[in-house]
């Protein structure tokens, strides 16, 4: 794979620029509660060095009673400045599952505006299984400005996601297990019902990715898109469960160099809730 350090880096490249004093490394491990892993936990006992913790959760939007919502923009600021993130920092992030929620902290930074952001490849799991060093003790963080502009197209909300639904454009991904796109498996949270947003394609996230947790090549994520039915010229809305696995959609596309594509940030959470939103079952047409 060739590195990039606005998408994707390699765990060589990550460790060969560690001692780096402008690289800021985030831990963004988050899991499902029926996954029985704890990202804060497993964070406290190894990390990467120097890593911190990003907690998806804490950094989210506590006015809304969706799952972690993306933050106002003077929250992720002062979670930022905490952290010692700020202007001018190279940032890697990476989880505990291999590629995962990584990827929606990588979507988050693009949102307010930062671009030096990249996904480690294949995550904590291929960094331990190459032996690369880790470490249990936190970072010493040192408070760092930050300049944050929200880009809003970056991200939709479910107004924007229905006219999208009911005029075809633009495209709607949905990253979820097959089986839960077509509504024949129950969704993981209770009270939503099942299926999908009329009109959109399913791409289940892990179809993108190679048994080691690390992303296919550029020339088979195309294929990937284009086989379930996406036109890769025409802007694209990513969506999942709750606006975590859709960023890895986000960040395939953007390997792609396809460059119009917003998250719902709501996703089937909010979508799934709302009995007055159509909802459709069976294979993506």
Not at 23 to 29: I, N, P
Not at 147 to 166: E, I, N, W, Y
Not at 238 to 261: D, F, I, K, N, Y
Request: overall charge negative.
């Amino acid at each position: 794979m060739s590195d990039d350090p606005k998408t994707l880096v390699s765990t060589s490249w990550l460790e060969a620029h560690l001692n780096n004093p402008d690289l800021r490394v985030l831990d963004a491990s988050w899991y499902l509660p029926t996954m029985g892993r704890n990202g804060a936990a497993e964070y406290n006992d190894s990390h990467i060095p120097g890593a911190r913790f990003f907690d998806i959760d804490e950094i989210s939007d506590h006015r809304s009673d969706l799952p972690h919502m993306a933050p106002p923009v003077e929250k992720f600021i002062s979670r930022m400045r905490k952290m010692g993130v700020g202007d001018g920092h190279q940032v890697v992030v990476y989880d505990g599952a291999g590629l995962f929620s990584a990827a929606r902290v990588w979507w988050l930074f693009r949102l307010m505006g930062k671009t030096d952001v990249a996904v480690l490849d294949g995550g904590f799991p291929k960094w331990v299984a190459e032996g690369r060093p880790v470490e249990d003790m936190p970072p010493m963080v040192r408070d760092r400005h930050i300049t944050v502009q929200r880009q809003s197209h970056m991200s939709r909300d479910v107004t924007q996601v229905a006219a999208a639904s009911k005029l075809g454009s633009p495209q709607i991904v949905d990253a979820r297990a097959a089986d839960r796109f077509s509504g024949e498996a129950a969704e993981p949270r209770a009270g939503l019902r099942a299926g999908h947003i009329p009109g959109s394609k399913n791409v289940p996230f892990n179809a993108l990715l190679k048994a080691d947790g690390t992303m296919k090549s550029v020339a088979d994520l195309q294929s990937i898109f284009e086989g379930a039915g996406i036109d890769l010229s025409r802007p694209v809305i990513t969506s999942c469960g709750s606006g975590v696995t859709a960023a890895v959609l986000s960040l395939a596309l953007e390997r792609l160099g396809h460059r119009e594509h917003a998250l719902y940030d709501g996703s089937w959470t909010e979508w799934g809730q709302f009995a007055d939103l159509p909802v459709e079952t069976g294979e993506a047409r």
